[in-house]
């Protein structure tokens, strides 16, 4: 953005890193004057405006600015093409374009069409699919719908991403960080997981169990698999016990929350759907700071810490990877260990 070197620059990003970014352009760019959310009457002189995915699109002046450099930090937020806010930025008549994502496709090709648009691929829909997307046509109710089987000329597609400044790196590859390791611990399965893949009914302490459904079966499982694994509570104890540096744990649901709230006598952050308290995680070294997966897998720095620990997975690799990256990034002397419990 500053070798680029435009008066007006827009960063659109998730709501909850508005703040990061504005910390980070006033700390490293004072050059810059930053606006959160609005379009300032004047920005003759250099001018950063940061405003979120969600509040963009409602703000009709953005689509009248001219000649700037736009910024889509976590860029596959536009990767629905029937989306408000993707409708709105395809609009938008920026000068230069910097998309940043790790994963701006999470594996599905198909999701890539909105950016290599706006990278300035004049492609339709039905070409690009017909290049690159293998699919067949499924009757459903007399609409015949797409479903995906494959994908086809990658590297044709890889290719002609480059000519619009594209390229594919893994992130080891652009920048050097610090090594990976991850170490598995293996929790033993409780009788009543068992039983309950075997007949998907079980009976527990104060309610049955009942997978009549696939999506019931495997939310149950998942759920016997942690939430109703005292065994797994207790080796997240002992690890907790075993240090007292800054950790970061993952979760899916409520109730594993409940529980590993209770066996915490450390300053706690949490990071939810319905919370954001991240003081102590900012303040305290000691601090464990409790992440739901759809609230902080993307969009949230939490590189303070060095150790994840992941107390239950999600069902989306895209969510898992991404994840990650909340805490691998550029640092000096220390490593990032992951800390995945697995079950058997």
């Not at 652009?174 to 929790?187: F, G, R, T």
């Not at 907790?240 to 529980?259: A, C, G, M, P, W």
């Amino acid at each position: 953005m500053r070798q680029l070197n435009e008066n007006l620059n827009i960063i659109v990003c998730p709501k909850s890193v508005v703040d990061t970014w504005e910390t980070h352009i006033k700390l490293y760019y004072p050059e810059y004057q930053v606006f959160k959310y609005e379009i300032p009457k004047d920005f003759t002189l250099k001018t950063v405006i940061i405003i979120n995915y969600d509040l963009i699109w409602r703000k009709k002046d953005f689509l009248k600015l001219k000649d700037y450099t736009l910024i889509l930090d976590e860029s596959q937020f536009i990767k629905n093409t029937t989306a408000a806010r993707t409708k709105f930025i395809m609009k938008m008549q920026f000068k230069n374009l910097i998309l940043c994502s790790g994963t701006p496709t999470g594996g599905k090709y198909e999701e890539l069409l909105t950016q290599c648009k706006l990278l300035g691929w004049n492609i339709t829909k039905k070409t690009y699919w017909n290049m690159y997307i293998d699919y067949i046509l499924v009757n459903m109710g007399g609409f015949k719908i797409p479903k995906i089987t494959g994908y086809k000329n990658v590297e044709h597609l890889r290719h002609r991403l480059a000519e619009y400044g594209a390229v594919f790196m893994k992130t080891e590859e652009a920048i050097s960080l610090p090594e990976q390791m991850d170490n598995v611990i293996y929790v033993k399965n409780t009788e009543e997981y068992k039983k309950f893949k075997k007949d998907r009914i079980v009976d527990l302490e104060d309610k049955t169990l009942v997978g009549d459904t696939s999506l019931t079966k495997l939310l149950y499982l998942r759920q016997l698999a942690s939430q109703y694994n005292k065994n797994k509570l207790e080796a997240l104890k002992d690890i907790i016990e075993s240090t007292t540096d800054r950790l970061i744990i993952f979760y899916n649901f409520n109730e594993e929350k409940k529980q590993i709230l209770d066996i915490l006598d450390r300053p706690i952050s949490v990071l939810s759907g319905d919370m954001k308290d991240l003081r102590h995680y900012e303040n305290k070294d000691n601090s464990v700071t409790l992440v739901q997966y759809q609230a902080g897998a993307t969009g949230v720095n939490l590189q303070k810490a060095n150790k994840i620990i992941y107390y239950s997975l999600p069902l989306s690799s895209e969510l898992f990877e991404q994840s990650k990256k909340r805490i691998h990034r550029i640092r000096t002397e220390k490593y990032m260990f992951l800390l995945l419990f697995n079950y058997r």
